[in-house]
């Protein structure tokens, strides 16, 4: 999990305060990622205060977690600018050790009953860093998607990471923003009924 040094909570679902970007990075081939959309892509997290969520599922090949709730609507946590085909340094979802805990024993999908109570955008700045030469450290400010259940009132929150390797060895790990958006469930096709095979007449 990442360390959070500071995290402020928007009000009901709404975009986090613009902040002042950190001081130009380095020159490498590894580009920082932009700091905090003026506005934020996806849909208002606070569509889901008062939905009841039965399944979280985390994608074993993608940065992506889908919620679904009992109202039959499927929600999905992505990560800003993620491409699927040209994927760049490698990038994963990291979550609360509560959240992480429940997915990991159930191996990326989860059954449960639980609430909505909250759910918003929040601002968090963690350290980054990148070795090479020398290693250079700064504050990456990224946002997340936290929310809590009306049963147990305790804040749990998802955001992104990108990291690259040499030799087994993390030589530059830093944070991207995260975004909601809806899954749209592709309509069923009707299958006409036919029988198996063609009934021949006497």
């Known amino acids: 999990m990442a360390s959070t040094s500071s995290s402020e909570l928007s009000s009901g679902g709404t ?13 490498n081939t590894r580009r920082r990622p932009v ?29 992506c977690m889908q919620l679904h709730f009992a109202d039959d609507t499927s929600y999905q946590i992505l ?9 760049g340094l490698p990038k994963a979802l990291e979550m609360d050790p509560v ?3 429940l997915l990991d024993a159930a191996e990326g999908t989860v059954e449960l009953t639980r609430t909505i109570d909250r759910c918003s955008l929040v601002t968090l700045t963690d350290k980054a860093f990148q070795t090479s030469q020398r290693e250079h450290r700064w504050d990456q400010n ?3 998607v936290a929310f809590k259940f009306s049963e147990d009132q305790v ?48």
């Open 15 to 27: 975009n986090p305060p613009a902040t002042t970007p950190p001081p130009p990075s380095p020159t």
């Open 142 to 144: 990224h946002i997340g």
């Open 79 to 87: 990560v800003d600018g993620y491409d699927p085909i040209h994927r």
């Open 155 to 202: 804040w749990h929150c998802v955001w992104a990471t990108l990291t690259d390797h040499e030799n087994g060895t993390c030589v530059f790990r830093s944070y991207d923003d995260v975004y909601l958006d809806q899954l749209q469930r592709s309509p069923r096709k009707r299958h006409s009924r036919t029988p198996s095979s063609p009934t021949k007449r006497r």
């Open 35 to 63: 700091p905090l959309r003026l506005q934020s892509i996806g849909i208002d997290p606070s569509v889901l205060v008062g939905k009841m969520l039965i399944r979280i599922s985390r994608s074993p090949k993608h940065p």
């Open 99 to 101: 959240l992480e805990s």
